[in-house]
């Protein structure tokens, strides 16, 4: 079983709509990411988690919001998705004093129509 | 705008001979990574070189660090087909803590059997 898993792996949704990708974890770590990438944009960071109730915006956290409901899940919702929402998102996580490397998940695409 | 910034955006080569990718960056970093993704697929973490390191090794690749310039290279020698990836510099910011990691837009490697 993979470290990080992330649901659903794919999802197709209408505009407007409410959408909530989760990631769990089995690695033990304190720090969890949630990451999305776009063509040519590389990847940009939404939010992120140092334990359960510290939750951190990135760079891009408008229209975005995210729930830690252990140290193990961290899920990232979209409360009225919007077509420029549609993107691959990434779950990653981080141990130790959280200068190490990042683990990923296997990604979440998502399309807005 | 992103922190890191790769060069070339893309590579093309044939088996057998060397990759070079670079990475240059903007602000003081704790450390810098490089990350590997298969189309689609999760990043997946190649080498991290420290701020106070100029070089390290990692079976096929050489990463080299110059804090002055703030800049980054990744050697991949005698490349492979199963190469072909997109690569990525990632570095963690000081003025987060170096808590947050922040990646460049990737270039994407092309090998050629």
């Known amino acids: 079983d993979a470290d990080v898993t992330q649901t659903p792996r794919n999802r197709i949704t209408k505009t407007g709509k409410r959408i909530m990708l989760e990631c769990s974890q089995t690695?033990?770590?304190?720090?969890m990411y949630w990451y999305r990438q776009d063509p040519g944009l590389g990847l940009r960071l939404i939010y992120y988690?140092?334990?359960?109730?510290?939750?951190n915006k990135g760079e891009i956290s408008d229209g975005y919001s995210v729930s830690r409901q252990a140290q193990a899940k961290f899920s990232l919702s979209l409360e009225s998705a919007i077509p420029n929402q549609t993107a691959l998102y990434f779950c990653?996580?981080?141990?130790?004093?959280?200068?190490?490397?990042?683990?990923f998940g296997e990604g979440s695409r998502l399309t807005v129509l | 705008s992103q922190q890191g910034e790769e060069d070339p955006q893309a590579l093309s080569i044939q088996e057998g001979e060397n990759a070079t990718m670079n990475c240059s960056y903007k602000?003081?970093?704790?450390?810098l990574q490089w990350y590997r993704q298969n189309s689609g697929r999760g990043l997946v973490h190649l080498i991290l070189i420290r701020s106070n390191e100029r070089e390290k090794h990692s079976g096929r690749l050489r990463v080299t660090l110059d804090t002055s310039k703030k800049s980054s290279s990744l050697l991949i020698t005698a490349s492979r087909a199963a190469d072909t990836a997109s690569y990525f510099c990632?570095?963690?910011?000081?003025?987060?803590?170096?808590?947050?990691?922040?990646f460049g837009t990737g270039t994407r490697l092309l090998v050629s059997p």
């Open positions: 990653a996580t981080r141990g130790g004093r959280g200068t190490g490397e990042l683990f």
């Open positions: 690695k033990g770590h304190d720090r």
């Open positions: 990632a570095t963690a910011l000081m003025n987060t803590g170096f808590q947050k990691l922040v």
């Open positions: 602000t003081s970093i704790n450390n």
């Open positions: 988690s140092f334990d359960v109730k510290d939750i």
